[in-house]
């Protein structure tokens, strides 16, 4: 189908962009990548009044290092996997945004777009929620920074308020000596995952493990972290039957819902298999480094 | 309410005004009559709209074509050049990539984007990757794989990758 009417306004800085959402309130809908907007448009499942078009906004595309890699909300999905200095400093980062979808959706997508739309499926909330990651908004009333956790509340549903435009995402950068895995069940290369599951491990000098981060999509209204299984694991000694013991508890703290990808016993299943193999190739890396 | 624009579509220029919820690829089709840009879902999915805009391989259906002003857009109808076909599009004529052809103007349009960023896949199954976001109902995808092998041959005669990828094809 075709979109609905809406009016079409382009804005060039995020100035204007905070004084027409000021101005237009939840009439109004940010339109980024439109990889997920449009769609929505098209589909009839989104009737906005107004359209904010951000993509002429010149200075959010930022891609800045540090011990955090700060990524400007309209940096594209294709732009952050291309980028050498996120493939040195953050390959877990690198290695998710290929993930997302096929090269002609992130040619356009955007980070922040993505962000903002909480897919529960979407590869880049649930490595946020995996790094406690951290989002910047701002509206005229000023700035705010939230933790991943209080960001997302629901299916397409997050704290950003109507009058709010997400402007900077926050990765931070893995401590020396993590390992990481991000594994993906999908039926085609490039849809959503049925089941994705984002996984770092530290390991001691001692060789026990100190941290373990366990973040699933695709299995709840949100990512959601498998806490039980990572506390199993801290102070354990590396091991197959390790693996397999937290993988299995990992899987069993979930309640997934299902749909015409899978049962709830089919996701429960797959993320047992994705986290076991997660957990080997996160402690594959930390020996590796 | 329209907005004035100016685009360059495959080399020409236009000034033009399309409605706001006008997609890039309903003005190209409707309203420039460039039919060449096929519509199979509208939503993202099937890859048929598929055009290049300043250089990069986009959903046709999933821009709207006010976003394409200042552009330059081209699309299946801007390949050949006085009655030449692109040597991609040779490839695929030569290793009979399609059938019905509904869904090679997107393939033609990724797979161009593709050798034009100087990206060519390192195996096959690169390839095979680069090439999922597009569905064919008809061939079963192993011809038009072939053919895009063989236009990457065509076009970066040193590419040593992709000649193993044909030889391991073709023997
Ligand atoms: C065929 C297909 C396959 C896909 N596969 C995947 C996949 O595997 N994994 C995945 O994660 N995604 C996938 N996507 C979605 C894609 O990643 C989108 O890029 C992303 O979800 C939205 O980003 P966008 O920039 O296109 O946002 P838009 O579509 O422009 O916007 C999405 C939502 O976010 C809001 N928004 C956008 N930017 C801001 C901002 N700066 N501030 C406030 N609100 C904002 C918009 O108002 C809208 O509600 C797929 C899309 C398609 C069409
Ligand atoms: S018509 Fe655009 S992707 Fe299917
Ligand atoms: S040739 Fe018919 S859809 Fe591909």
Redesign the pocket.
């Known amino acids: 189908m075709k979109p609905p009417l809406f009016e079409y306004v382009r804005v060039s800085s995020v100035d204007e962009a905070l004084d027409r959402l000021t101005e237009l309130g939840d009439e109004a ?12 448009l098209s589909l009839r499942l ?1 009737n906005p009044a107004y359209l904010v078009d ?1 993509n002429r906004v010149g200075d ?1 595309s930022h891609i800045a290092n540090g011990p955090v890699v700060r990524l400007g ?2 940096s594209r ?1 294709r732009d952050v996997e291309r980028s050498g200095l996120v493939a040195q400093s953050h390959p877990l980062l690198s290695a998710t945004v290929k ?4 090269i002609a ?2 040619n ?3 980070i ?3 962000v ?2 909480a ?1 529960p ?4 909330p649930t490595l946020l929620v995996a790094l406690d990651g951290e989002i910047e ?1 701002r509206s005229s009333r000023g700035v705010r920074t939230l933790a991943a956790a209080e960001f997302f509340e629901g299916f397409l549903t997050t704290a ?1 308020e109507p009058d ?4 900077e995402v926050r990765f931070p950068v893995l401590a020396a000596g993590t390992g990481w895995s991000i594994q993906e069940f ?1 039926r085609r290369n ?4 049925v089941v994705t599951v984002v996984v770092t491990v530290a390991v001691d000098s001692a060789g026990r493990i100190s941290e373990a981060r366990i973040s699933f999509g695709g299995v709840a209204s949100t990512a959601v972290r498998a806490s039980s299984a990572e506390s199993a694991l801290v102070g354990q000694t590396p091991s197959a039957e390790l693996w397999k013991s937290a993988a299995h508890e990992a899987a069993s703290s979930l309640d997934p819902s299902g749909d015409l990808h899978g049962t709830p016993q089919y996701r429960r299943h797959l993320a047992g298999v994705l986290t076991e193999r997660a957990l080997v190739e996160a402690h594959g890396r930390v020996e590796e480094g | 309410m329209t907005m004035d624009m100016e685009l360059t579509v495959n080399g020409s220029a236009y000034q033009v005004s399309a409605d706001p919820r006008r997609t890039l690829a309903d003005f190209l089709r409707e309203d420039l009559r460039l039919t060449g840009t096929h519509l199979g879902c509208e ?3 099937c890859g048929a709209c598929t055009v290049m805009v300043d250089g990069s391989a986009v ?1 046709s259906c ?1 821009m709207l074509a006010v976003q394409a002003d200042g552009c330059d857009v081209m699309t299946i109808e801007g390949l050949e050049r006085d009655g030449q076909l692109h040597p991609l599009q040779e490839s695929l004529r030569d290793c009979h990539s399609f059938q019905c052809g509904f869904c090679t103007p997107g393939f033609v349009m990724t797979a161009l984007a593709m050798i034009e960023e100087g990206s060519a896949p390192a195996s096959e199954e690169e390839l095979r990757e680069n090439l999922a ?1 597009n569905l064919c109902r008809c061939t079963g995808y192993q011809s038009i794989v072939e053919g895009v092998i063989e236009a990457v041959r065509r076009t970066t005669d040193q590419s040593a990758s992709a000649q193993g990828a044909v030889e391991k094809r073709v023997s």
Do not use: N
């Open positions: 809908k940010v339109l980024a990548g439109g990889q997920s907007l449009v769609p929505l989104a951000i959010l909300a309209l999905h993930y997302i979808g096929h959706i992130r356009r997508g955007t922040g777009g993505s903002a739309h897919d499926a979407a590869e880049l908004a950003l709010e435009l997400l402007t999908s490039g849809d959503f995952g | 939503h993202g999915v959903r999933l976001g």
